[in-house]
């Protein structure tokens, strides 16, 4: 039950875009397409952003959008906006025994 | 309003119990698996274990199988954590979070976490 791989930091400047990669295995993230995205601001309560792989909540904004290629899925958040500034985690369904998080990575908007 | 409320968060003596609680409201209960996902300080989300819609199938991850048993009242629109043999990496904010009708759903509301500190 090891934790996907997330880069720990990711930055960039109002209006600009960013990917952010969520690494698994054929076990997890490469075998199903059950992977879902987290927003979590400090203090806060986590916010489901993306399910899966794609799909976008009702009131998540178009800003946010997800997909995956074999063991990789990626989140992108297009026009940076300052209240983007959050950390983020993937998931990802593992089999009956699991259900996997990534280590998080930490969004700053410059 | 779609809601997650935990309590029952304490600090406990390694080795210690304690059971969490989380008062759902706003949604049909019975109809969502729920699960419990856990923070510890400094650290991200680790997913600590799920229960079906009517309790009959229960998973655990292996850092708290044997010690932590999930249970729901269904009637009371409640879900549960006991932890038994508590240690202190199990110190963190424990959120309980609602799935889906499928297990592999995602988890679409989450509570605002309670904490659980283990120390002597």
């Known amino acids: 039950q090891s934790a996907l791989t997330q880069p720990p930091s990711a930055s960039g400047s109002p209006g600009q875009s960013v990917t952010i990669s969520c690494t698994g295995t054929?076990?997890?993230?490469?075998?199903?397409?059950?992977v879902s995205w987290y927003q979590h601001h400090p203090g806060k309560t986590p916010k489901l952003i993306i399910y899966e792989v794609s799909e976008r909540p009702s009131g998540v904004p178009d800003r946010f959008s997800g997909s995956k290629s074999g063991n990789t899925a990626s989140l992108t958040v297009s026009g940076l906006q300052a209240e983007d500034e959050a950390e983020y985690y993937c998931s990802s369904f593992a089999g009956s025994n699991s259900l996997l998080f990534g280590g998080g990575t930490k969004l700053t908007v410059l | 309003e779609v809601q997650l409320v935990e309590s029952g968060g304490d600090l406990v003596q390694p080795g210690g119990s304690l059971r969490l609680s989380c008062a759902a409201s706003?949604?049909?209960?019975?109809?969502?698996?729920m699960h419990w996902v856990r923070q510890a300080p400094g650290k991200g989300l680790v997913w600590v274990s799920r229960m079906d819609r009517d309790g009959s199938y229960k998973r655990y991850a292996d850092s708290v199988k044997g010690r932590f048993t999930i249970s729901r009242d269904n009637a009371k629109s409640t879900v549960y954590l006991q932890m038994n043999s508590l240690r202190g990496e199990d110190t963190a904010v424990y959120y309980c979070?609602?799935?889906?009708?499928?297990?592999?759903?995602?988890?679409?509301?989450w509570g605002q976490g309670t904490t659980v500190t283990v120390s002597s």
């Open positions: 706003g949604f049909t209960f019975s109809s969502y698996w």
């Open positions: 054929s076990s997890d993230v490469g075998g199903y397409n059950h």
């Open positions: 979070a609602r799935g889906g009708n499928y297990e592999w759903n995602a988890l679409d509301v």
